[in-house]
Structure formats: structure tokens, C-alpha cells
């Protein structure tokens, strides 16, 4: 697999600027830098499936199969995945880790827009499913350093 080497404070300097956006369920918006910063809404895969891809990734829409799609991690680290679901219907929400402590999410009820929320109170919840890393992204900080080891996973 070929690995794209991203750059995490730029990656999440453009998802930051979504903060405050409407959500919609199931709204479709194109790949590419324009489209992201005229984007008026989200929903919550359709906002990391886009923004991963401007960067290269193949990372599927919808929630479940971005699930399948992502691989598992023992620790999570600034730009995993954590995802919740209950009952049949599985995975059905998505958010990013942006920080140590906090996650991006494009939320319906009743925030209704894309915001941010302690890391916390994912994980306190009983639906949250855990963590998982885009297999085909490498997160690095300006200075060289990655976001994590990975000649451990």
C-alpha cells in the first residue's frame, strides 16, 4: 500500500474552518478545496470521506463502511476515527479526533451543525464503538515528527 504523508495541522486547519456549518443527512458534496470551503452543510461521513479524499485517501462515505474500511487501534491518536452505534442498524455515526481531547462532528439533533465536543463524552457513552486509523493516511506534525508510531501497527 502506498501511503500518502499528511501534514496534521494543515489537514485540520481546513476541517476546522467547517465548525458551525448546517448538518443535513445524507447530503453529497465534491471532492476538492472550493467545494469544501463553499460546502453550506454536512452530514457526518460525508465531511471526512471529502476531506480525506482532497487529501488523497480512499476513504469511503457512510459511517459502516467507513468502520470496515478503517483499521483498528489500541491507542487513538490526532486524526483517528472514533465511531458509535446501537441496535441493528450498526455503525451510524462518525467523528474525528482534532485534538487530544476534543472531536469534530457534523451532529444532528440537537445541535444540528458541525461542532466540537470533548473526546470524554464519546467515550463514556455506551454506544461508542471505539477507535480506528485510515489505513491509507500518515499523519506527520510540521516538524517531521508522526502522530503516532507506526512500525507498530
Not at 451543525?113 to 480506528?132: K, T
Request: glycine share 10%; aromatic share 14%.
Amino acid at each position: 500500500m502506498i501511503y500518502k504523508h499528511i501534514d496534521i495541522e494543515e489537514f485540520n486547519r481546513v476541517l476546522r474552518r467547517q465548525i458551525g456549518k448546517a448538518y443535513k443527512y445524507g447530503v453529497e458534496v465534491k471532492v476538492g478545496r472550493k467545494a469544501i470551503d463553499s460546502a453550506p452543510e454536512w452530514d457526518c461521513s460525508e465531511i471526512l470521506q471529502v476531506h480525506f479524499n482532497l487529501y488523497e485517501s480512499s476513504l469511503p462515505d457512510g459511517s459502516q463502511n467507513q468502520f470496515d474500511f478503517c483499521k483498528p487501534v489500541a491507542e487513538c491518536a490526532v486524526g483517528d476515527l472514533g465511531f458509535s452505534g446501537t441496535g441493528p442498524r450498526g455503525i451510524n455515526h462518525v467523528f474525528y479526533l482534532i485534538s487530544k481531547n476534543q472531536v469534530i462532528e457534523a451532529r444532528g439533533e440537537p445541535y444540528n451543525r458541525v461542532i466540537l465536543r470533548p473526546r470524554a463524552a464519546w467515550e463514556a457513552w455506551r454506544g461508542f464503538q471505539g477507535w480506528r486509523m485510515v489505513p491509507d493516511i500518515r499523519f506527520y506534525y510540521g516538524d517531521g515528527r508522526p502522530v503516532r508510531d507506526y512500525t507498530k501497527i
